[in-house]
């Protein structure tokens, strides 16, 4: 489990990417919540550079364990790299455990 503190915000979340037929499939769960404006999902190909892909609204104060999920319609062949970014309300950033994901390329191989 990741604990991640930015300032007055405390998520305690796990984040997790499975790779589907067509998509790769993106869910993590909060514990709580505190100020948390909204969650940044990011995608990468060499695991360095990532490029964000979707944002999804957080609950922003909760002591109820919430579950957020996202999709990559549109995954990379071969090793794809994704990290979730969690923001507050006042623009600060944490970022999760980067996952990996290994899909087939065109010709059908993993490589």
């Keep these: 489990m990741l604990k991640i503190v930015i300032n007055i915000v405390k998520v305690s979340t796990w ?28 995608r990468s190909e060499d695991g360095l550079h990532f490029e964000q892909i ?7 104060n909760t ?3 919430r579950f957020y999920d996202a999709r990559d319609e549109r995954p990379l062949a071969g ?23 290994q899909r087939l390329l065109s010709d059908g191989q993993i490589h």
Excluded: M
């Design 15 to 42: 984040f997790d990417a499975t790779n589907q037929q067509t998509a790769v499939a993106l869910s993590w769960k909060t514990e709580s919540e505190k100020e948390t404006d909204h969650f940044e999902v990011y």
């Design 54 to 60: 979707n944002s999804i609204q957080a609950s922003g």
């Design 63 to 65: 002591n109820i364990a």
């Design 79 to 101: 090793i794809s790299y994704y990290k979730l970014g969690i923001v507050n309300k006042q623009g600060e950033r944490e970022y999760s455990e980067v996952k990996s994901v």
